[in-house]
């Protein structure tokens, strides 16, 4: 089943899993002049960020992502490792990941997307091309792309 753009009752939930304040500042500051509605939770670190996919702790009542972006170099238990739980759970695994950071390793490349990350995103350094990228991330999958619903059991 597929979110019906037109019919729409609730904004896309998003979950950015990133330790850079400047970062999440920007991009939920981008986000938010987004044409489509959409909700951004943050989490800074890959525990936190787990906790809050499984319902856990403080995250009981936590919305279902419809879209992940994750950076790979976060403390406690880095993105690669997270991308390889989400990927391998049933519940979690239909939810698309856009790997957002700053490296630009072939190694890293190659092994998010054989962990199934839907797409991998280098961080620019320049504000500018960042909000760009923020803005051209909103546009195809918040408006473009077909998101899944009802991932989880």
């Known amino acids: 089943m597929h979110i019906n753009r037109n019919n729409r009752n609730k904004p896309i939930e998003i979950l950015l899993i990133e330790d850079n304040q400047g970062d999440n500042r920007l991009t939920k500051e981008v986000f938010k002049e987004a044409s489509v509605p959409n909700h951004i939770q943050i989490v800074t670190n890959g525990v936190e960020a787990m906790h809050f996919l499984n319902r856990e702790e ?3 009542n936590a919305a279902h992502p419809d879209l992940i972006l994750l950076d790979l170099n976060i403390p406690k238990k880095d993105g690669r490792e997270i991308l390889k739980e989400i990927k391998e759970n049933p519940e979690l695994k239909c ?3 856009i790997v957002l950071t700053t490296s630009q390793s072939e190694i890293d490349i190659k092994s998010t997307y054989d962990h ?3 797409a ?3 961080k620019p350094l320049d ?4 909000i760009e990228v923020i803005r051209s991330i909103e546009e195809y999958w918040l408006s473009t792309v077909e998101l899944p619903s009802g991932c989880r059991g």
């Open 58 to 60: 403080e995250y009981q």
């Open 95 to 97: 939810i698309p990941i």
């Open 116 to 118: 199934f990350a839907n």
């Open 120 to 122: 991998y995103i280098t």
């Open 127 to 130: 504000l500018n091309e960042f």
